[in-house]
C-alpha cells in the first residue's frame, strides 16, 4: 500500500519545497528576487550571455517562468537585451548593477547552503549530490 510519508516522490517534492522556501524568504527580503529571478542571474553569470531559449534549457523551468524572471531582472536594470550575432534572437547579459548583486549574493547562498547542510559529513553531501545526479538522470530517461 502507497504511504505518502515514504514514497520517494513525494519526499524528495517536501524537501525541495522546504529549502526553496527558505531560501526564497531570504532573497525577497533582503533583495527583492524571487528565485526564479536569482536562478537567472545565476545562469547568466555562470553562463555569460545567452538567448532565452538556452537559459530555459539552463535553468530547468518553464519558458513563461523565465520570460516573467527576464522581464522583471530586466525592468530592474539587472539584465540587459542585445542582438546575438545572428541578429534574429536577442541575447541577455548581466549589467553591471546585475554583477554586482550576484557577487553579492553568492556568499550569502553558499553560506545558507552551509546552514542548511552543515551537519551533513563531506561525504555525505557528495553521496547525496551523486544520488541526486542520478535520481535526475533515471527521471529523464
Not at 530592474?76 to 548581466?94: F, H, K, N, V, Y
Amino acid at each position: 500500500m502507497l504511504r505518502l510519508s515514504e514514497f520517494l516522490p513525494y519526499r524528495l517534492s517536501i524537501a525541495s519545497n522546504a529549502v526553496s522556501d527558505r531560501v526564497a524568504a531570504v532573497y525577497q527580503s533582503r533583495f527583492g528576487l524571487k528565485v526564479p529571478e536569482w536562478r537567472v542571474i545565476a545562469v547568466v553569470a555562470e553562463g555569460g550571455r545567452m538567448a532565452q531559449a538556452a537559459l530555459v534549457a539552463a535553468t530547468q523551468m518553464d519558458k513563461m517562468t523565465v520570460s516573467r524572471a527576464v522581464a522583471a531582472l530586466v525592468e530592474r536594470g539587472l539584465l540587459s537585451r542585445a542582438p546575438a550575432g545572428d541578429r534574429r534572437t536577442l541575447e541577455l547579459g548581466l549589467t553591471a548593477e546585475g554583477a554586482a548583486l550576484y557577487e553579492e549574493i553568492s556568499p550569502l547562498a553558499l553560506k545558507m547552503e552551509e546552514e542548511l547542510f552543515g551537519s551533513f559529513s563531506a561525504a555525505e553531501r557528495a553521496q547525496l549530490m551523486q544520488l541526486l545526479r542520478r535520481t535526475e538522470a533515471c527521471a529523464k530517461s
